[in-house]
Nanobody
Framework: QVQLVESGGGLVQPGGSLRLSCAAS????????MSWYRQAPGKERELVAA????????NYADSVKGRFTISRDNPKNTVYLQMNSLKPDDTAVYYC???????????????WGQGTQVTVSS
């Protein structure tokens, strides 16, 4: 059974830091692109950061570049999101996502966590 369990969210003051964790199970973690998305009230879900399985390539939304860092620990089946210099606009529910596309069939395997709330407020 596939599970993605996020943790580390909470309330933080502007300028502060948080580290989110996503513990995965039930699939071959190292094969998957692992991403963090977020959804603020009244807004669409948006990609924040992604870490590809091979080569360790990472990508970031322009709004978080230089402030957020995604990392993964394949032996521990865990992906992290270090968030620094947090702003009120970063307030959202943050979701962990795992995605893999079968190279021959193009079948997409796509899993989501339940989300963790991050609130940036003074």
């Amino acid at each position: 059974q596939v599970q993605l369990v996020e943790s580390g969210g909470g309330l933080v003051q502007p300028g502060g830091s948080l580290r989110l964790s996503c513990a995965a199970s039930g699939f071959t973690f190292s094969m998957y692109t692992m991403s963090w998305y977020r959804q603020a009230p009244g807004k669409e879900r948006e990609l924040v950061a992604a870490s590809t399985s091979a080569g360790g390539s990472t990508n970031y939304a322009d709004s978080v570049k230089g402030r957020f860092t995604i990392s993964r620990d394949n032996p521990k089946n865990t992906v992290y999101l270090q968030m620094n210099s947090l702003k009120p606009d970063d307030t959202a529910v943050y979701y962990c996502n795992a995605e893999w596309v079968h190279v021959f069939t193009n079948r997409k395997y796509d899993y989501w966590g339940q989300g963790t709330q991050v609130t940036v407020s003074s």
